[in-house]
């Protein structure tokens, strides 16, 4: 694995980044100093969230490439992508990650019953992308639990991150990642974990549309600091 070739990460790609999600990540860090950027396969609509964010910023802080340019001008790639789109999106810039983490976003949704857990056979879409990418691409499992609604704005977020995959420290530095990006993050252990992380999305999905909400979260609880 990559697990002894971490360099400090700087350089984060987005990648499928033009969506809510990935544009709400990339805000938090381009905030937090990190140069960003957004990956998409269509370079206009990388373009285009990339003007946003920077105008939400006041300064040029986000980037606009095509995916496989995004992977290989990064540290860190970040995947933000529907499930289905997941397997072509990893085709299309493998050679890119090695020697790299990839944080893994994507959650197994089969619509129309999102609200209903359906993992798929490797057990995980982390897993799925582990197996694809192989040892020399460290998979990480992050953010799934995070509504856009609370990373597109300048609140605090009142929820935690649990982070599973390939790697102790691979997780640490998603885990400081997650503090950059103004969250708390905890290790939740090997990437086979990420089942549960994953799952959980969809009863959250469930609980927001029996309360009516929009972005129900987890906290761990009964730890001391």
């Known amino acids: 694995m990559a697990e002894e070739a971490l360099q400090e990460v700087k350089k984060i790609a987005v990648l499928g980044g033009t969506g809510k999600e990935g544009k709400g990540l990339a805000y938090r860090w381009a905030k937090a100093g990190?140069?960003?950027?957004?990956?998409?396969r269509a370079l206009e609509k990388a373009e285009q969230a990339a003007a946003e964010l920077n105008e939400k910023?006041?300064?040029?802080?986000?980037?606009?490439?095509?995916?496989?340019?995004?992977?290989?001008?990064?540290?860190?790639a970040v995947l933000t992508v529907p499930y289905s789109a997941q397997m072509s999106?990893?085709?299309?810039?493998?050679?890119h990650l090695t020697g790299k983490i990839l944080i893994n976003v994507?959650?197994?949704?089969?619509?129309?019953k999102v609200a209903k857990v359906q993992m798929p056979?490797?057990?995980?879409?982390?897993?799925e992308a582990q197996n694809y990418l192989g040892e020399q691409t460290s998979v990480v499992a992050a953010f799934q639990n995070i509504s856009y609604e609370r990373l597109l704005n300048d609140e605090e977020v009142d929820c935690d991150v649990l982070?599973?995959?390939?790697?102790?420290?691979?997780r640490q530095?998603?885990?400081?990642?997650?503090?950059?990006?103004?969250?708390?993050?905890?290790d939740g252990g090997v990437i086979e974990n990420a089942v549960v992380v994953e799952g959980m999305t969809s009863i959250l999905i469930g609980l927001n549309k029996q309360f009516?909400?929009?972005?129900?979260?987890?906290?761990i609880t009964g730890i001391n600091d």
């Open 34 to 40: 990190y140069e960003v950027t957004i990956g998409s």
């Open 57 to 76: 910023l006041g300064q040029q802080q986000v980037n606009a490439m095509v995916n496989p340019d995004a992977a290989a001008w990064c540290d860190l």
């Open 89 to 95: 999106m990893l085709e299309s810039v493998k050679a």
């Open 106 to 112: 994507t959650v197994p949704l089969v619509p129309p």
């Open 121 to 127: 056979a490797a057990g995980s879409a982390a897993q």
């Open 163 to 170: 982070v599973c995959g390939t790697g102790k420290a691979n």
């Open 173 to 186: 530095v998603v885990i400081d990642l997650v503090r950059k990006a103004g969250m708390l993050g905890w």
């Open 212 to 219: 009516e909400g929009k972005a129900a979260g987890i906290k």
